[in-house]
Protein backbone atom coordinates (compact mmCIF):
# COMPACT_ATOMS: atom_id res chain seq x y z
CA UNK A 1 0.00 0.00 0.00
CA UNK A 2 2.91 2.32 1.02
CA UNK A 3 4.13 4.53 -1.69
CA UNK A 4 8.32 4.65 -1.30
CA UNK A 5 8.97 8.48 -2.07
CA UNK A 6 12.82 7.36 -3.52
CA UNK A 7 11.70 4.55 -6.04
CA UNK A 8 9.55 6.95 -7.05
CA UNK A 9 11.33 9.93 -8.05
CA UNK A 10 14.05 7.21 -9.72
CA UNK A 11 11.77 5.89 -11.79
CA UNK A 12 11.49 5.93 -15.13
CA UNK A 13 8.04 6.31 -15.62
CA UNK A 14 5.33 8.11 -13.78
CA UNK A 15 3.38 5.84 -11.78
CA UNK A 16 0.16 7.04 -11.92
CA UNK A 17 -2.11 8.43 -15.44
CA UNK A 18 -0.88 10.83 -17.24
CA UNK A 19 -4.18 12.76 -18.08
CA UNK A 20 -6.67 13.01 -15.25
CA UNK A 21 -10.53 14.15 -15.19
CA UNK A 22 -10.41 17.14 -13.08
CA UNK A 23 -13.07 16.65 -10.43
CA UNK A 24 -14.40 13.58 -11.68
CA UNK A 25 -16.21 15.02 -14.99
CA UNK A 26 -14.94 18.24 -15.75
CA UNK A 27 -17.12 20.51 -17.57
CA UNK A 28 -19.04 17.88 -18.67
CA UNK A 29 -20.95 15.88 -15.73
CA UNK A 30 -21.67 17.96 -12.31
CA UNK A 31 -18.06 18.29 -10.52
CA UNK A 32 -17.12 16.28 -7.59
CA UNK A 33 -20.31 14.27 -7.67
CA UNK A 34 -20.79 10.19 -9.33
CA UNK A 35 -21.89 11.31 -12.06
CA UNK A 36 -18.83 13.30 -12.87
CA UNK A 37 -16.87 9.97 -12.28
CA UNK A 38 -18.89 7.83 -14.53
CA UNK A 39 -18.20 10.66 -17.23
CA UNK A 40 -14.72 10.29 -16.77
CA UNK A 41 -14.99 6.41 -17.53
CA UNK A 42 -16.82 7.09 -20.60
CA UNK A 43 -13.73 8.85 -22.17
CA UNK A 44 -12.16 6.67 -20.99
CA UNK A 45 -10.02 8.25 -18.47
CA UNK A 46 -8.23 6.02 -15.20
CA UNK A 47 -7.56 8.85 -13.09
CA UNK A 48 -9.73 11.56 -11.18
CA UNK A 49 -8.93 14.10 -9.26
CA UNK A 50 -11.89 15.41 -6.84
CA UNK A 51 -12.06 17.56 -3.92
CA UNK A 52 -12.80 16.69 0.15
CA UNK A 53 -14.14 18.84 2.55
CA UNK A 54 -15.46 18.34 6.01
CA UNK A 55 -19.36 18.35 7.26
CA UNK A 56 -20.72 19.45 9.67
CA UNK A 57 -20.38 15.91 11.79
CA UNK A 58 -16.86 15.76 10.34
CA UNK A 59 -17.12 13.25 7.94
CA UNK A 60 -15.35 13.68 5.16
CA UNK A 61 -17.50 14.78 1.77
CA UNK A 62 -16.82 15.55 -1.71
CA UNK A 63 -17.08 19.87 -2.18
CA UNK A 64 -14.93 22.26 -3.67
CA UNK A 65 -17.05 25.28 -2.49
CA UNK A 66 -17.32 25.59 1.50
CA UNK A 67 -20.27 28.31 1.00
CA UNK A 68 -23.05 27.23 -1.24
CA UNK A 69 -24.87 29.01 -4.22
CA UNK A 70 -22.78 27.46 -7.10
CA UNK A 71 -23.33 23.97 -7.00
CA UNK A 72 -25.16 23.57 -4.23
CA UNK A 73 -28.87 25.57 -4.19
CA UNK A 74 -29.73 25.62 -1.06
CA UNK A 75 -28.78 28.10 2.30
CA UNK A 76 -25.22 28.56 4.44
CA UNK A 77 -22.48 25.94 3.75
CA UNK A 78 -20.72 22.60 4.18
CA UNK A 79 -20.50 23.49 8.03
CA UNK A 80 -24.32 24.01 8.21
CA UNK A 81 -25.12 20.72 7.03
CA UNK A 82 -24.23 17.15 8.43
CA UNK A 83 -23.12 14.13 6.08
CA UNK A 84 -26.39 12.55 5.84
CA UNK A 85 -28.25 16.29 5.33
CA UNK A 86 -25.06 16.91 2.02
CA UNK A 87 -27.03 13.56 0.84
CA UNK A 88 -30.05 15.06 0.14
CA UNK A 89 -29.20 18.33 -1.54
CA UNK A 90 -29.19 18.34 -5.14
CA UNK A 91 -25.57 18.59 -6.65
CA UNK A 92 -26.43 17.96 -10.36
CA UNK A 93 -29.49 20.24 -11.41
CA UNK A 94 -27.17 23.47 -11.73
CA UNK A 95 -25.40 22.46 -14.44
CA UNK A 96 -28.15 20.72 -16.37
CA UNK A 97 -31.81 19.35 -16.00
CA UNK A 98 -30.10 15.65 -16.77
CA UNK A 99 -28.31 15.62 -13.62
CA UNK A 100 -31.30 16.73 -11.46
CA UNK A 101 -31.39 15.13 -8.21
CA UNK A 102 -27.48 13.82 -8.09
CA UNK A 103 -26.65 14.03 -4.05
CA UNK A 104 -23.63 14.81 -2.72
CA UNK A 105 -21.41 12.22 -2.02
CA UNK A 106 -19.13 11.05 0.81
CA UNK A 107 -15.26 10.22 0.07
CA UNK A 108 -16.04 6.69 1.56
CA UNK A 109 -18.58 6.43 -1.34
CA UNK A 110 -16.63 7.91 -4.24
CA UNK A 111 -13.63 5.54 -3.27
CA UNK A 112 -15.79 2.72 -3.14
CA UNK A 113 -16.79 3.69 -6.64
CA UNK A 114 -13.42 4.16 -7.98
CA UNK A 115 -11.73 1.44 -6.85
CA UNK A 116 -14.87 -0.63 -7.64
CA UNK A 117 -13.98 0.18 -11.20
CA UNK A 118 -10.40 0.47 -11.35
CA UNK A 119 -10.08 4.49 -11.29
CA UNK A 120 -7.14 6.23 -9.75
CA UNK A 121 -7.49 9.04 -7.21
CA UNK A 122 -5.74 12.29 -6.63
CA UNK A 123 -7.55 13.42 -3.48
CA UNK A 124 -7.26 17.10 -3.21
CA UNK A 125 -7.86 17.90 0.65
CA UNK A 126 -9.47 21.28 0.66
CA UNK A 127 -10.52 22.54 4.17
CA UNK A 128 -13.53 24.61 4.33
CA UNK A 129 -11.54 27.39 6.47
CA UNK A 130 -7.86 27.65 7.82
CA UNK A 131 -8.76 26.59 10.97
CA UNK A 132 -9.91 23.42 10.00
CA UNK A 133 -6.97 22.77 7.56
CA UNK A 134 -5.46 20.27 10.43
CA UNK A 135 -8.71 18.40 11.09
CA UNK A 136 -9.48 17.77 7.59
CA UNK A 137 -6.08 16.76 6.83
CA UNK A 138 -6.15 14.08 9.53
CA UNK A 139 -10.04 13.01 8.84
CA UNK A 140 -9.29 12.04 5.09
CA UNK A 141 -5.74 10.24 5.30
CA UNK A 142 -7.73 8.72 8.40
CA UNK A 143 -10.56 7.25 5.95
CA UNK A 144 -8.65 6.72 3.08
CA UNK A 145 -5.96 4.75 5.13
CA UNK A 146 -8.96 2.71 6.52
CA UNK A 147 -10.96 2.46 3.58
CA UNK A 148 -7.07 0.69 1.52
CA UNK A 149 -7.19 -1.30 5.32
CA UNK A 150 -10.15 -3.21 4.49
CA UNK A 151 -9.62 -3.95 0.93
CA UNK A 152 -6.05 -4.99 1.64
CA UNK A 153 -7.48 -7.84 4.81
CA UNK A 154 -9.92 -9.09 1.70
CA UNK A 155 -13.11 -7.61 3.39
CA UNK A 156 -15.61 -6.31 0.79
CA UNK A 157 -12.83 -6.09 -1.74
CA UNK A 158 -13.84 -5.57 -5.82
CA UNK A 159 -10.10 -4.77 -6.75
CA UNK A 160 -7.63 -5.52 -3.59
CA UNK A 161 -5.13 -4.38 -6.29
CA UNK A 162 -6.17 -1.20 -6.84
CA UNK A 163 -3.05 1.50 -6.76
CA UNK A 164 -3.58 3.53 -3.40
CA UNK A 165 -4.65 7.06 -4.14
CA UNK A 166 -2.30 10.46 -3.98
CA UNK A 167 -2.97 13.47 -1.87
CA UNK A 168 -2.66 17.31 -2.85
CA UNK A 169 -3.41 20.46 -1.30
CA UNK A 170 -2.64 24.08 -1.06
CA UNK A 171 -2.55 23.84 2.40
CA UNK A 172 0.41 23.06 4.13
CA UNK A 173 -1.01 22.20 7.46
CA UNK A 174 -3.46 20.03 5.73
CA UNK A 175 -0.80 17.74 3.82
CA UNK A 176 1.20 17.83 7.13
CA UNK A 177 -1.54 16.93 9.33
CA UNK A 178 -2.31 13.87 6.67
CA UNK A 179 1.43 12.71 6.37
CA UNK A 180 1.07 12.11 10.39
CA UNK A 181 -1.58 9.66 10.22
CA UNK A 182 -0.85 8.16 6.69
CA UNK A 183 2.81 8.81 6.24
CA UNK A 184 2.25 5.93 3.41
CA UNK A 185 0.12 7.62 1.40
CA UNK A 186 1.81 9.66 -1.50
CA UNK A 187 1.41 13.28 -0.97
CA UNK A 188 1.97 16.40 -4.08
CA UNK A 189 2.18 19.84 -2.86
CA UNK A 190 -0.46 22.07 -4.84
CA UNK A 191 1.01 25.39 -5.72
CA UNK A 192 -0.31 28.31 -7.96
CA UNK A 193 3.00 29.60 -8.82
CA UNK A 194 6.18 27.68 -8.46
CA UNK A 195 8.02 30.54 -5.97
CA UNK A 196 10.89 30.69 -3.75
CA UNK A 197 10.62 27.71 -1.17
CA UNK A 198 9.07 25.51 -3.28
CA UNK A 199 11.60 22.47 -2.85
CA UNK A 200 11.97 23.25 1.16
CA UNK A 201 8.27 22.84 1.31
CA UNK A 202 8.06 19.34 -1.00
CA UNK A 203 10.79 17.87 1.52
CA UNK A 204 8.95 19.28 5.20
CA UNK A 205 6.01 17.13 3.25
CA UNK A 206 8.39 14.38 2.32
CA UNK A 207 6.25 15.14 -1.29
CA UNK A 208 6.34 13.17 -4.63
CA UNK A 209 5.00 15.62 -6.49
CA UNK A 210 4.72 19.62 -7.45
CA UNK A 211 1.53 20.31 -8.96
CA UNK A 212 0.86 23.72 -9.97
CA UNK A 213 -1.14 25.95 -12.23
CA UNK A 214 0.06 25.03 -15.97
CA UNK A 215 -0.49 28.80 -17.12
CA UNK A 216 2.67 30.11 -14.43
CA UNK A 217 4.96 27.16 -15.74
CA UNK A 218 7.21 27.65 -18.16
CA UNK A 219 10.36 25.16 -19.53
CA UNK A 220 13.09 26.60 -16.75
CA UNK A 221 10.68 25.61 -14.32
CA UNK A 222 9.75 22.51 -15.26
CA UNK A 223 13.51 21.38 -15.55
CA UNK A 224 14.37 22.70 -12.17
CA UNK A 225 11.18 20.24 -10.35
CA UNK A 226 12.20 17.17 -12.60
CA UNK A 227 16.17 17.67 -11.91
CA UNK A 228 15.07 17.81 -7.90
CA UNK A 229 13.61 14.33 -8.61
CA UNK A 230 9.66 15.51 -7.80
CA UNK A 231 6.93 14.58 -9.96
CA UNK A 232 5.36 17.47 -11.83
CA UNK A 233 1.16 17.70 -12.38
CA UNK A 234 0.25 20.21 -14.02
CA UNK A 235 -3.95 22.36 -13.84
CA UNK A 236 -6.32 22.61 -15.19
CA UNK A 237 -5.54 21.70 -19.08
CA UNK A 238 -7.85 21.82 -22.06
CA UNK A 239 -6.08 22.90 -25.22
CA UNK A 240 -4.16 19.95 -26.75
CA UNK A 241 -1.66 21.87 -28.27
CA UNK A 242 -0.49 23.42 -24.76
CA UNK A 243 -0.60 20.10 -23.31
CA UNK A 244 1.83 18.64 -25.87
CA UNK A 245 3.85 22.05 -25.33
CA UNK A 246 4.30 21.71 -21.70
CA UNK A 247 5.01 17.59 -21.96
CA UNK A 248 7.79 18.75 -23.87
CA UNK A 249 9.52 20.37 -21.02
CA UNK A 250 8.86 17.02 -19.03
CA UNK A 251 5.24 17.55 -17.41
CA UNK A 252 4.10 14.18 -16.16
CA UNK A 253 0.73 14.05 -16.28
CA UNK A 254 -2.48 17.17 -15.99
CA UNK A 255 -5.87 17.50 -15.09
CA UNK A 256 -7.89 18.32 -17.41
CA UNK A 257 -11.99 19.98 -17.23
CA UNK A 258 -12.39 19.16 -21.16
CA UNK A 259 -12.65 15.10 -21.43
CA UNK A 260 -14.09 15.14 -24.54
CA UNK A 261 -10.56 16.59 -26.39
CA UNK A 262 -8.56 13.82 -24.44
CA UNK A 263 -10.57 10.57 -25.25
CA UNK A 264 -8.74 8.18 -23.77
CA UNK A 265 -7.93 4.25 -25.58
CA UNK A 266 -10.63 2.17 -23.38
CA UNK A 267 -8.88 -1.50 -22.70
CA UNK A 268 -5.45 0.28 -22.38
CA UNK A 269 -3.22 -1.15 -19.47
CA UNK A 270 -2.63 0.48 -16.41
CA UNK A 271 -1.14 3.87 -15.83
CA UNK A 272 -2.09 5.52 -18.90
Known amino acids: MGTDSNIFRTAERWPYPRQIAHRGGGTLAPENTLAGMRCGLAYGFRGVEFDVMLAQDGVPVLMHDPQ ?22 DAGSWLSEQFRGEPVCTLTEAMQFCVANGLWMNIEIKPSTPETAADTGAAVAAG ?16 IDAVPP ?38 ALDAVALHTNHLHLN ?11 YGLLCYTVNDPARARKIESWGVDAFCT ?16
Open 144 to 159: VRRFFAQRQAGRDAPR
Open 166 to 203: LFSSFSFDALRAAQAVAPEIARGWLIDTIAEGWLASLR
Open 219 to 229: AVLAAQVKQAG
Open 68 to 89: FGRTIRAPGGIGDYSSHALSAL
Open 257 to 272: DRLDLFPQPRRAAYPL
